[in-house]
Nanobody, 123 residues
Framework: QVQLVESGGGLVQAGGSLRLSCVAS????????MGWFRQAPGKEREFVAQ????????YYQDSVKGRFTISRDNAKKTVFLQMNSLEPEDTAVYYC????????????????WGQGTQVTVFS
């Protein structure tokens, strides 16, 4: 069993940055692929980024490539999402997820989810 707790969301002006963190409990954190998803009001939850257990395999949604960076620290059981050059379109609740994660974009391939953290970007 894995429990995930996100933090780091907030209100930021367009062009600004935020760093999200997700701390996991449980012994098997390093075995899981870790993903970030987001859900804007009235929209479906969508894939943002994934890092595999080894940290050498990473995927991003096209709209965040070059702006967002995902990373993980297995010793601290933490996954991060550094978000730069934020845009109003990035406004959403961001969720951390853990699981097999294959394919990386499939929500059903993640077994564990955090409660979400709100990111609001204003222009």
């Amino acid at each position: 069993q894995v429990q995930l707790v996100e933090s780091g969301g907030g209100l930021v002006q367009a062009g600004g940055s935020l760093r999200l963190s997700c701390v996991a409990s449980g012994r098997t954190f390093s075995r899981y692929a870790m993903g970030w998803f987001r859900q804007a009001p009235g929209k479906e939850r969508e894939f943002v980024a994934q890092v595999r257990w080894s940290s050498y395999i990473i995927y991003y949604q096209d709209s965040v490539k070059g702006r967002f960076t995902i990373s993980r620290d297995n010793a601290k059981k933490t996954v991060f999402l550094q978000m730069n050059s934020l845009e109003p379109e990035d406004t959403a609740v961001y969720y951390c997820a853990a699981g097999d994660g294959s394919p990386y974009y499939d929500l059903d391939k993640y077994d564990y989810w955090g409660q979400g953290t709100q990111v609001t970007v204003f222009s």
